[in-house]
């Protein structure tokens, strides 16, 4: 298994799991947790195949299906202790964007697209499938959240996996080092309510519903 592959395993099963505690939350039931956590988990990667214009990775290689399933059933068997609470969801939520923010910019950029684009298409990856997430399940987008940033790290790993493809073939070690900022990034502006600022007068929106 190459390192591309793990990554996007981990970035599948981060995200499925996000999508899975989400469901827990809402009251669905195993099935509802399953689709939930899939749509989160694969939608991004979804979207980046399509506008490369390739087939579905994960369609193509069903070993990707397995990640949903695995997350469904883990949360299954403990959300009782942890359905409660948003801090979990939301520190996989930022492990999941973390990485396919990463992976996503590389694989934009293996399909032959300018780094300009492959940056945005990494973030398309990064932000997909929880802004998915958060429409069928009715939330209010964490994407689109004035008190939280959410796309800014996306960005920043981004920006981070497009400079390296230029200076050094991007490897398991320096994509993994982006994916890292990006997760301490979320995370600090989490922990420390970080924002950008609002346009002078605007009314500021508070967090989203968990």
């Not at 997909?128 to 069928?136: A, E, K, N, P, Q």
């Not at 600022?197 to 605007?202: C, D, F, I, R, V």
Request: glycine share 12%; proline share 5%; charged share 10%.
């Amino acid at each position: 298994m190459n390192w591309a592959l793990t990554a996007d395993l981990l970035g599948t099963f981060f995200f499925a799991i996000s999508g899975s505690l989400l469901a827990a939350q809402r009251g669905y039931d195993i099935v509802g947790s399953l689709l939930l956590g899939s749509l989160t988990g694969l939608g991004g990667g979804v979207i980046r195949d399509l506008i490369i214009g390739v087939p579905p990775t994960a369609f193509a290689e069903p070993v990707h299906l397995a990640a949903p399933v695995a997350a469904a059933v883990l949360v299954f068997f403990l959300a009782g202790g942890i359905e409660r609470y948003s801090r979990p969801l939301l520190i996989f939520d930022a492990a999941g964007l973390a990485l396919f923010c990463t992976t996503g910019t590389v694989k934009a950029l293996e399909a032959g697209m300018n780094p300009v684009a492959g940056m945005l298409l990494g973030v398309t990856t990064g932000v997909g499938g929880g802004l998915l997430r958060d429409v069928v399940a009715n939330r209010d987008p964490q994407l689109f959240n004035s008190s939280d940033l959410y796309a800014v790290p996306a960005f920043l790993g981004a920006a981070i996996v497009a400079v390296l493809w230029f200076t050094v073939l991007p490897n398991i070690a320096t994509v993994l080092a982006a994916a890292i900022v990006v997760f301490v990034f979320r995370v600090l502006s989490l922990r420390f309510r970080w924002r950008i600022p609002h346009a002078q007068g605007q009314p500021r929106r508070g967090r989203a519903s968990e």
